[in-house]
């Protein structure tokens, strides 16, 4: 086979310092998953992994080698997650193989114990699929009775757990969605316990230090069992000694990237069958098991065979950089899911904004960034970081980035977990956070090369971290909307507040490191931010300031402005009047302001409406063919403003002079001769009915409605049309009082079915009109009886 290269994605603490050399391995802050960062083809990583494996020496000098020269085999395992990091690297492997197909072909091998078997297969030209049973002892499932969705689970797991440790033998494991459960549970759990001295309870997350992690790991001592309260870190990740009942709760925590926004939320969500599968099969790994599920039956027909694909709820900006590094767009590559496509166009314009793409080309910028194993955000932070002379304080702030908050409940101020790794502050914090931030600060300390090449005059200064923050996060500058309030406006143009009084809210001007919303609430939160100099809009950060000449409206005072604008994406720095108007240059922003507004700005008519109504119709009915009546949809008519609009705009310079426009002559001029003399032929106003009234049409609906007193219609055998007959109308048949009796687009069928029973009721309401027996040979009226 030759040369051998594993890609696994969630391995245990062991095997993490194992393979680290490989990619950056780290716990996510967000899903307490292990995550590899950086280039699945990063090649020399890779060959100092090969190199550490074989025994081998190799030189960090190999260029980037796409054929994986003297690799045979390539492995993905626990392959079922569907990361983005397996699904971007089996895309490029399968790509890499294509282009050196005449040199030994590559073998790839994708394993799970809950694999989309069939699927795979034929994303790998019918590759065989290969099964084993393995060593698993009987696991006895416990059903719960119905989730209900929205449900405050955490009462029912206690007394799950208790029941457990009650009933069975060995140590548990808890599957439960998140952090705050974990904590909340394991409160609950010790005041239920009370002096109990037999049952460790043992929290497993990523926030953990080692030494805890380990201690959920390990064996029991003697004479005790563990209740191990874990998220899905331990679902596929870890063997757990001691462990025989499994009690899951049948949630995750996933987070899902919103291209809207820009921004990740958390959702919890129900996990797949496939997942729950995992899941129990722990609780069968060294002796036979129970495994208690939170939900019925019933329910786990009813769940997704398979848990979603990771590119489809993800940030998509490094697989972007990485795919601009391999050059090629995803089309041109092979998936299992292709990426969104909102994703990666926001994905690329994020990358076009840190200079790491130029018409979606990799700048050289852009090759650095893509050589450090790191979300581009934090390569941009890191490498400008180096430039201006602030490295170990950027391999800081990147690693703060890179972790869950390391000062819980220490206010929303980045300085005061930077004061923690630089050694100003102990005792606080969590030490499991502040040691693996540490490590990872030297991790990128390691990465960076090269010296200052604009260095900045006093490096100690604390606004640079606000600086560093706008590197990486140049969407996430705010301004705040009122002194010395909650709320704030982002350049991406959200608002975002604090959820309690924070000391920040004194400032004018933030950097948002960590914000967002979970599931019930509706406004994004700020978790961490640092104060901000906009000065600094003037000198290291002046590429991210843009002018533009802005002419709009000024809401309050109803007239148009015109000014020279000084922006950071919707954040207004600064402005100055603009004088001497370009016409053209006005009228267009008063279309804008239209367009921007809508149609409903303009002084629309009843009269007006039903014209538009009519025109529409007809064009409806031209199907098959290229209509001759012209779209004036409200939708066409907003995109064709500079068209039939903007040539009437000169003499309005305040809002209120919109009222005086004549919309109705602009529109009418939209249906060349002899159009208009056609409009009233196949859709007209009025239609006459055997009474010999002329009775309006109402063209809001389709079809058209004609609303007619029944008495008027006597003698009329079918419903009438228009449209050159291609258009039935629909009658809405009226008692003398002019309410509706029936509503109907057949008037024969009504004649001769329903005529009777309406007719008893009528005529015993209004006894002094007419109620023939034979409506079809009967004179139309619209007096209570006909003229003798």
């Known amino acids: 086979l030759g040369n051998l290269v594993a890609y696994e994605k969630d391995v245990g603490e062991t095997k993490a310092e194992t393979i680290g050399q490989f990619r950056g391995l780290r716990l996510d802050p967000l899903t307490d998953g292990l995550k590899l960062d950086g280039s699945p083809f990063d090649s020399a990583a890779r060959r100092r992994f090969a190199a550490k494996r074989l025994g081998r020496a190799t030189t960090a000098t190999d260029a980037a080698d796409p054929a994986l020269d003297g690799v045979g085999l390539l492995i993905f395992d626990e392959f079922h997650e569907r990361s983005l990091d397996a699904d971007l690297a089996l895309a490029l492997s399968l790509n890499g193989r294509d282009l050196f197909r005449d040199e030994q072909p590559l073998k790839i091998l994708l394993m799970s114990a809950t694999l989309e078997g069939e699927r795979l297969a034929a994303l790998l030209d019918n590759a065989p699929i290969l099964r084993s049973e393995g060593r698993m002892f009987p696991v006895q499932m416990r059903w719960g009775r119905p989730y209900q969705a929205g449900e405050f689970i955490e009462p029912r797991l206690v007394q799950t757990i208790l029941d457990a440790l009650h009933d069975e033998t060995g140590s548990v494991l808890v599957f439960l969605p998140g952090q705050a459960e974990i904590r909340r549970v394991n409160q609950q759990l010790a005041d239920a316990l009370g002096d109990r001295r037999d049952v460790l309870l043992c929290p497993l997350h990523g926030e953990l230090d080692l030494n805890a992690q380990r201690a959920a790991i390990d064996p029991a001592p003697a004479g005790k069992r563990k209740v191990v309260l874990a998220t899905n870190i331990a679902e596929t990740s870890l063997t757990i000694d001691g462990v025989r009942v499994v009690i899951d709760a049948g949630l995750a925590r996933v987070p899902r990237f919103d291209p809207g926004s820009g921004m990740t939320r958390l959702d919890t969500q129900r996990i797949s069958r496939a997942s729950a599968t995992q899941r129990a099969g722990r609780a069968g790994r060294l002796e036979p098991g129970v495994c208690y599920r939170l939900w019925s039956e019933d329910q786990h027909e009813g769940l997704a065979a398979y848990g979603s694909a990771e590119i489809l709820a993800a940030d998509l900006a490094g697989l972007a950089l990485q795919l601009a590094r391999w050059g090629v767009a995803p089309a041109q590559l092979v998936w299992l899911d292709m990426p969104p496509a909102a994703a990666y166009a926001q994905a690329q314009d994020l990358l076009q904004r840190l200079g790491a793409l130029n018409d979606d080309k990799l700048t050289a910028h852009g090759q650095k960034m893509a050589e450090l194993p790191a ?50 502050e102990r005792a606080r914090g969590t030490q499991g956070g502040v040691q693996r931030a540490k490590q990872l600060a030297r991790q990128y300390r390691g990465y960076l090369r090269g010296q200052a090449t604009k260095p900045v005059a006093d490096p100690e200064h604390p606004r640079w971290l606000g600086a560093l923050l706008a590197l990486a996060y140049p969407d996430r500058v705010a301004q705040q909307r009122r002194p010395g309030g909650a709320e704030y406006r982002l350049a991406n143009g959200r608002a975002a507040l604090f959820a309690e009084a924070d000391s920040l809210m004194k400032q004018a001007w933030l950097v948002i490191a960590d914000l967002g919303s979970r599931q019930g609430q509706r406004e994004e939160r700020i978790y961490l931010a640092a104060d901000f100099d906009s000065a600094l809009f003037d000198t290291v950060l002046a590429e991210q300031v843009r002018t533009v000449d802005q002419l709009d409206w000024d809401e309050r005072e109803g007239v148009l402005r015109a000014e020279r604008q000084r922006k950071v994406g919707e954040l207004v ?198 109620w023939p027996d034979d409506p079809l040979v009967a004179e139309a009226t619209a007096r209570i009886k006909p003229r003798k």
């Open 573 to 770: 720095l600064s402005r100055e009047p603009l004088s001497g108007l370009d016409e053209n240059a006005r009228s267009q922003a008063l279309v804008n302001l239209v367009r921007r507004k809508g149609l409903e700005l303009l002084p629309w008519t009843p009269e007006l409406r039903q014209w538009q109504a009519r025109v529409m119709l007809l064009r409806q009915l031209d199907t098959g063919t290229t209509s001759e009546w012209p779209d004036v949809s409200d939708s066409a008519l907003l995109a064709g403003l500079e068209h039939w609009l903007m040539p009437y705009l000169g003499k309005v310079s305040r809002l209120s002079h919109f009222a005086n426009l004549d919309i109705s002559s602009y529109l009418h001029n939209l249906l060349p001769w002899p159009l208009p003399q056609r409009l009233d032929e196949l859709a007209p106003h009025h239609l006459k009915v055997p009474s010999g009234s002329s009775v309006r049409l109402d063209y809001s609906e389709h079809p058209p409605i004609l609303a007619v007193r029944l008495q008027e219609l006597f003698g009329l055998a079918d419903t009438p049309r228009i449209a050159g007959g291609r258009q039935v109308v629909k009658l809405h048949l009226l008692s003398p009082a002019r309410r509706p009796v029936q509503v109907t687009q057949d008037l024969a069928n009504f004649w001769r079915s329903t005529y009777a029973e309406v007719k008893k009721d009528l005529k015993g309401r209004y006894p002094k009109h007419y």
């Open 375 to 424: 979300h581009p955000r934090i390569a941009h932070l890191l490498l400008r970081g180096q430039d201006l002379g602030l490295a170990a304080t950027a391999c800081d702030v990147a690693a703060l980035l890179g972790e869950r908050d390391i000062l819980r409940g220490g206010g929303a101020d980045l300085h005061s977990r930077l004061a923690l790794l630089s050694g100003e």
